[in-house]
């Protein structure tokens, strides 16, 4: 069975870090990316994050480039979101996503999503 | 950057109706790379639908996508009381991924 475990979030001031882990399971890890989606509150769903499954291949939405690291660690099944400088308005659910199969680990596709992780980015 | 518009924004049916919901794509793109979602109030999304028209492992057969180009549909043949929910599209394109801004389907 398909788990994503995710871990790490909270409440952090304006202009704080914060790291995500995503703890995966069930599935041939390495052959998949993995992508992190976020949703602000009572808000639709936006895409954050992804590395691909040798973590050769990272991208990043407009909005978190140069403030948000992806990485990933195959032998313990992990990936990891690292969050710098963060604004109010990066307070959101964090959902791990998986890529469907038929996409040979492109991570075009989300089969599989963890149940999410809250960051509030307050004063 | 393409834009996803879905309409309408909330759909007001009864349970045995049929739901259409509609996802504008602001250009062409490749149904290979649409996705179809589905959210309850404090869940993770479900995936529905791949490739535009493909059903994901266990999703009930009165879920169907179609489409091309600019204009895709997912389509709910009779509406039970678990299929009211928030609905998303989803396409990806060279290293970008993009969602459209949901439609609710409630009941009426």
């Known amino acids: 069975e398909v788990q994503l475990l995710e871990s790490g979030g909270g409440l952090v001031q304006p202009g704080g870090s914060l790291r995500l882990s995503c703890a995966a399971s069930?599935?041939?890890?390495?052959?998949?990316?993995i992508s992190w989606v976020r949703q602000a509150p009572g808000k639709g769903l936006e895409w954050v994050s992804t590395?691909?499954?040798?973590?050769?291949?990272?991208f990043y939405a407009d909005s978190v480039k140069g403030r948000f690291t992806i990485s990933r660690d195959n032998s313990k099944k992990m990936v990891y979101l690292q969050m710098n400088s963060l604004r109010a308005e990066d307070t959101a659910v964090y959902y791990c996503?998986?890529?469907?199969?038929?996409?040979?680990?492109?991570?075009?596709?989300?089969?599989?999503w963890g149940q999410g992780i809250l960051v509030t980015v307050s004063s | 950057e393409i834009v996803l518009t879905q309409s309408p924004g909330t759909l007001s049916l009864s349970p045995g109706e049929r739901a259409t919901l509609s996802c504008r794509a602001s250009?062409?793109?490749?149904?290979?790379?649409l996705g179809w979602y589905q959210q309850k109030p404090g869940q993770a999304p479900r995936l529905l639908i791949y490739?535009?028209?493909s059903r994901a492992t266990g999703i009930p057969d009165r879920f169907s996508g179609s489409g091309s180009g600019t204009d895709f549909t997912l389509t709910i043949s009779r509406l039970e009381p678990e299929d009211f929910a928030v609905y998303y599209c989803?396409?990806?394109?060279?290293?970008?991924?993009?969602f459209g801004q949901g439609t609710k389907v409630d009941i009426k």
């Open positions: 250009q062409t793109v490749s149904g290979t790379y």
């Open positions: 069930g599935f041939n890890f390495h052959s998949f990316a």
């Open positions: 989803q396409h990806y394109d060279n290293s970008r991924w993009t």
């Open positions: 490739g535009a028209s």
């Open positions: 590395v691909s499954g040798s973590a050769t291949n990272t």
């Open positions: 996503t998986k890529d469907h199969p038929y996409y040979y680990g492109l991570g075009a596709i989300f089969d599989f």
